[in-house]
């Protein structure tokens, strides 16, 4: 399993970014994709979820109406769209992935990419 993240870096505040994740190794439609944030000195945490045929969708309550999460499981990416941007949305985002069934097993999980939203 192969997760790689792409599109982060310094934008200011009220920005956009969005981030894509480029999976392998699996069959990428019958996974459930998510994006965790870690910030400095905080414990990480869940920004959005989406489940394997798009239709469940989760998000954490402080990214709601800025956020949007989207795969194509054509192209086996999952995207996020970041609208409105806070200096309190800045840290490493990770794509992260886990088998969308009863019994799902390991995550797996990306290398992170940096957001920073900074004036």
């Known amino acids: 399993v192969q997760l790689v993240e792409s599109g982060g870096g310094l934008v200011q505040p009220g920005g956009s970014l969005r981030l894509s994740c480029l999976a392998s190794g699996f069959t990428f439609n019958t996974y459930v994709m998510m994006w965790y944030r870690q910030v400095p000195g905080k414990e990480r945490e869940l920004v959005a979820a989406?489940?394997?045929?798009?239709?469940?969708?989760n998000y954490e309550d402080s990214v709601k109406g800025r956020f949007t999460i989207s795969r194509d499981n054509a192209k086996n990416t999952v995207y996020l769209q970041m609208n409105r941007l806070k200096p309190e949305d800045t840290g490493v985002y990770f794509c992260v992935t886990v088998k969308d069934s009863t019994n799902p097993g390991r995550e797996y999980w990306g290398q992170g990419t940096q957001v920073t939203v900074s004036s």
């Open positions: 989406i489940g394997s045929a798009g239709t469940m969708i």
